[in-house]
């Protein structure tokens, strides 16, 4: 079954730090370019983060420029995104995509992404 998987999820605190992982089964992960993405309910999805396939390129919403790292282990099949100094704000359902395609050409929108991740929740409260 050709899936991606997020984890690493929780509640933290105010300044805290996570971080996610998307792993991918039944393909192979450094073929695709791989955004992360958040949605509020009631609220479009946005992108966050984005890697290129080999790792070598990598962009940010401007919300989380500086306190949110995007990376991969191509041999472990799997991506991260790591979190720190968290904001209430960034409360939401955190989701993976891959692209097959070299570079992150459709991030930031949520178009022609191949496969997607059912989502990680991450909540930041006091």
């Known amino acids: 079954q050709l899936q991606l998987a997020e984890s690493g999820g929780g509640l933290v605190q105010p300044g805290g730090s996570l971080r996610l992982s998307c792993a991918a089964s039944?393909?192979?992960?450094?073929?695709?370019?791989v955004g992360w993405f958040r949605q509020v309910p009631g609220k479009e999805r946005e992108g966050v983060a984005c890697?290129?396939?080999?790792?070598?390129?990598?962009t940010y919403a401007n919300s989380v420029q500086g306190r949110f790292t995007v990376s991969r282990d191509n041999a472990k099949n799997t991506a991260y995104l790591q979190m720190i100094n968290l904001k209430p704000e960034d409360t939401a359902d955190y989701y993976c995509?891959?692209?097959?395609?070299?570079?992150?050409?459709?991030?930031?929108?949520?178009?022609?992404?191949?496969?997607w991740g059912q989502g990680t929740q991450v909540t930041v409260s006091s």
């Open positions: 995509a891959a692209e097959y395609n070299l570079f992150c050409s459709a991030w930031p929108t949520r178009d022609d992404y191949d496969y």
């Open positions: 890697i290129s396939r080999t790792g070598g390129t990598t």
């Open positions: 039944g393909f192979t992960l450094d073929e695709f370019a």
